[in-house]
C-alpha cells in the first residue's frame, strides 16, 4: 500500500494542514506520555526546514459540549516547542477570525498549534462546513495521525474534499503502512501472531484475517476463556464474552484439526478476587475451579509460546496476556515481551494495551515496530481499509 510520502512534495512557502495525534496522556496540565509527540516529530520538522508554514490540527479526549480547558492542546503545544528547539505558537481555537489572523501572519518555518479539534461537534460529525473551514486555512494536507486513520472525521477525511491533492502521508504514517502492511502482505515466516486482550467480539475480524495469513495463532488474556468455555470447560469466575461465544466454536471446530494454526494456554494463573491482595495458584487451562479467575497464563504455556517466539521470523502481537496493570498478574506479558525483545524476528506490536504494556516494562524500544494506533492498528489487521488512508494519493 504504497502513498505519497510529505518528503517527495515542494512545502516552501506552502501553508500546510497537517493532521497529528497529539491525544496525549495529561494530567494537571502535564504530560504524562510524549510518545505520540515525539513520533510526528521528523514530518514536523522536514517541513520547517523546507520553510512550510506548519499548521497542526489534533483532538484530545472526548469533550462534551464545546471547549474545555482540561482538553486544551496547549500542554502539547509547549511540549512540542521544547522538543523543536523552536516557539509553537497556540491558537485560541481551530477555525474563526482569530486563527486566519494567525495563519495571514505566519511566516516560512513558523510552526502553529490550532485548538482540539474536538471542541466542534462538526469534526467527529465530519460536517462539509467544519470541513471546509478547516481547508480554508491550508494549500496542502498531510497526514500523520495513524491513531485516527480509521475515523471518517472532518480533519482526517472531509478536509480533502476542499482542498486541491495530493495528499500526503507523514513520516509516522509511512512507517505503519510499511510495518503493518509487510507483516501481513509479505511476512518471512514462521508467522506468528499473538492476540490478547478482554473481548473477543472486539477481535473476531482480526482473528478470522490472521488465520488466513498465519501460520500459527496464540490466543492469551481475557479472550482464552471464553475459548475454553466454548470446548466446553470451566472457569470460574474468568471473564467470558457471551457476544462471541457461538463464534468461538465455530472458528475452534473449522481449525481444530491443525493443533499448530490456534494455540490456546495450557495452565493458567487464577485468583479468588480481582485485587493485589488476591490469593493466587496455578491450575490447567481446563481445570479453573468454581470461585476463581484466570488472570494471567501459567508457567507452561509462557514456556511453549516462548519457543514459538523464538522460531518465528514475523511476530504481529495485539493485547497483553494477562492483568499486567498488576504487579502479581504481569509476568505471562511480561514473558511475551521479554522473548519478542530478544528474537530476531521482525516485530510489530498493534499499540493500545501492548504498547503500554512495552513501556512499562522498559522494552518498546526493542521492538522492529509500535503502533500509535489501538483501534487503526486492530481495523488494519482485520483488513479493513482505513478511512485516513484511503484519501491520501496512491504512487
Known sequence: MAKLTVDKQDAKGKRVFVRVDFNVPIEKGIITDDMRIRGALPTIKLLVERQAKVILASHLGRPKGGPSPEFSLAPAAKRLSELLGKPVTMAPDCIGPEVEKLVSGMKNGDVLMLENVRFHKGEEKNDPEFARALASLADMYVDDAFGTAHRAHASTEGITHFLKGPFAAGFLIQKELKYLGDALDKPERPFLAILGGKKVADKIGVIRNLLKKVDSLIIGGGMAYTFYKAQG????????????????????KEFGGKPEKILLPVDCLVADKFDVSANTKVVAGNAIPAGWQGVDIGPESIEIFINKIKRAKTIVWNGPMGVFEIDKFAE????????????????????????????????????????????????????????????????
Open 332 to 395: 505471562g506479558t511480561r514473558k511475551i515481551a521479554e522473548a519478542m525483545a530478544q528474537s530476531e524476528a521482525v516485530t510489530v506490536i498493534g499499540g493500545g494495551d501492548s504498547a503500554a504494556a512495552l513501556e512499562k516494562f522498559g522494552l518498546a524500544g526493542k521492538m522492529t515496530h509500535v503502533s500509535t494506533g489501538g483501534g487503526a492498528s486492530l481495523e488494519f489487521l482485520e483488513g479493513i481499509t482505513l478511512p485516513g488512508i484511503a484519501v491520501l494519493t496512491d504512487v
Open 233 to 252: 470447560l470451566e472457569i470460574g469466575t474468568s471473564l467470558f464474552d457471551q457476544e462471541a461465544f457461538e463464534t468461538a466454536k465455530e472458528i475452534l
